[in-house]
């Protein structure tokens, strides 16, 4: 039985359901972390990125995409054995499900409950992900095949290597629900930004509106750095004073000229 609401309990109120276009997302993946993260962190988001998690490779491919989630549980003895692993569909193997059922546009993300003991998967159904159209695929735990994953022009988050099968320490419990994912939470449609620094989140709700800021925020910090590369010193420069924005707005009508730093 339910119990009832008391009239001095507030509902908690959740953003309803955003679809972030692609449109949105190509706009996304060119923005900087450092412009997204103080954007977001004048909102209110205090620490949406993923701590702790690094590329495989060295061509670290910035990308913007739709998060479909996946979430681990510890694997118990007489479920999880390598029966499960069937060519067939197999309730007890959501991991199959979810890479087959990832759609153009998304990133999958793996709460693996920041246990790098075993593979959160491999090399096999990260190509089918990217055959698929998927932007990126990440995990708080480990993958497994590195060699190969490293030489995929594909993004690839996670916290590390292992050999040591899923199957040892993961169960898929479920897809398409909010997860925790290196400690941040991280809902079904929100964007997942990525860049050469950092994995971000962001609430889906927000995200048209983080591509406006970060553009223009993007914009005047490069026209800063160049101020401070000539010598300048940073007070009234960095952050922007409103006179430092008259002149940067001066400076893109003059044609962004290099000569004219004011």
């Known amino acids: 039985m339910t119990?009832?609401?008391?009239?001095?309990?507030?509902?908690?109120?959740?953003?309803?359901?955003?679809?972030?276009?692609?449109?949105?997302?190509?706009?996304?993946?060119?923005?900087?972390?450092?412009?997204?993260?103080?954007q977001l962190f004048i909102k209110g988001f205090r620490q949406p990125v993923l701590p702790g998690l690094?590329?495989?490779?060295?061509?670290?491919?910035?990308?913007?995409?739709?998060?479909?989630?996946?979430?681990?549980?510890?694997?118990?003895?007489?479920?999880?054995?390598?029966a499960t692993l069937t060519t067939t569909p197999n309730p007890d193997n959501l991991q199959w499900v979810g890479v087959e059922q990832i759609q153009p546009g998304e990133v999958m993300v793996i709460d693996s409950s920041n246990n790098p003991a075993a593979a959160s998967m491999?090399?096999?159904?990260?190509?089918r992900m990217m055959v698929r159209g998927a932007k990126a695929v990440i995990t708080d735990g480990a993958f497994r095949d590195g060699v190969e994953l490293t030489g995929m022009d594909f993004p690839v988050w996670c916290r590390g290597i292992t050999a040591t099968t899923r199957l040892?320490?993961?169960?898929?419990?479920?897809?398409?629900?909010?997860?925790?994912?290196?400690?941040?939470a991280v809902y079904p449609g929100d964007v997942i930004h990525g860049d050469g620094d950092n994995i971000t989140v962001v609430p889906a709700h927000l995200a048209e509106e983080m591509a406006d800021l970060c553009e223009k925020r993007d914009d005047i910090e490069a026209y800063l750095a160049l101020?401070?590369?000539?010598?300048?010193?940073?007070?009234?420069?960095?952050?922007?004073?409103?006179?430092?924005?008259?002149?940067?707005?001066?400076?893109?009508?003059?044609?962004?000229p290099l000569d004219k730093l004011a």
């Open 54 to 82: 690094r590329p495989l490779g060295n061509k670290v491919k910035p990308f913007a995409g739709r998060a479909y989630t996946m979430r681990f549980i510890p694997a118990r003895e007489d479920i999880d054995t390598y």
């Open 168 to 184: 040892s320490y993961h169960h898929v419990a479920d897809l398409q629900v909010p997860v925790g994912c290196a400690g941040v």
């Open 122 to 127: 491999g090399n096999m159904l990260i190509t």
């Open 227 to 256: 101020r401070v590369q000539k010598g300048e010193a940073l007070w009234g420069l960095y952050p922007p004073s409103p006179e430092t924005r008259e002149q940067h707005k001066a400076w893109v009508a003059a044609g962004r």
């Open 3 to 38: 119990a009832p609401t008391s009239p001095m309990t507030p509902t908690p109120q959740r953003p309803a359901p955003v679809f972030v276009p692609d449109s949105v997302c190509e706009r996304l993946a060119k923005v900087t972390s450092g412009s997204l993260t103080t």
